[in-house]
């Protein structure tokens, strides 16, 4: 399968490309470089430095490389940042997305895995916290990720987006061969 993977320069984003290589699919990234290395891409996918959130970079990109499925972890993650920029975090997680969801239905391209957060769970009423509790974000972070939740699910019964969404907090570590890891500046 031809797959393209927004923040693949990022930490989750590049051992997803990894392995997706690992079981022979074809890959290719889309990241501005911003947060992610240029040295984390496996040099195996294409890469494409340009944001998510440029329509003809996202559009030149799913047409040339005839993408079938979309793997999307580009976004901006400090939840303190969030609470005093809130701006940056609407503007990139969620417009951009919205973004990628136009010209993957222009596309023809209909399977999603988007990359969320815990956040989305604010202060959850149960611990562990069980995958239907209520999504009560907190901060501008967690919410910027739950109206994208609420645009895929959107997507999904206007256009037939087949989705999964992946809602994590506090991932940590590093390859098993210790080539790329964690690598956040400061």
Known sequence: MRVLVTGGAGYIGSHAVRE??????????????????????????????????DRDCVRSVLRDERIEAVMHFAADIEVGESVVDPGKYYRNNFGSSIVLLEGMRESGVNRLVFSSTAAVYGNP?????????????????????????????????????????????NVAGASPDGTIGEDHRP
Not at 31 to 44: E, K
Not at 128 to 149: C, F, H, L, Q, T
């Open 20 to 53: 997706l290589l690992a079981h022979g699919h074809q890959v290719t990234v889309l990241d501005n470089l911003s947060h992610g290395h240029r040295a984390a891409v496996d040099p195996r996918a294409g890469l494409y430095v340009g944001n998510v959130g």
């Open 125 to 169: 009423t149960t611990v562990p916290i069980e995958e239907d509790e209520p999504r009560a974000p907190i901060n501008p972070y967690g919410r910027s990720k739950m109206m994208v939740e609420m645009a895929i699910e959107d997507f999904s019964r206007a256009h037939g987006l087949g989705y999964a969404i992946l809602r994590y907090f």
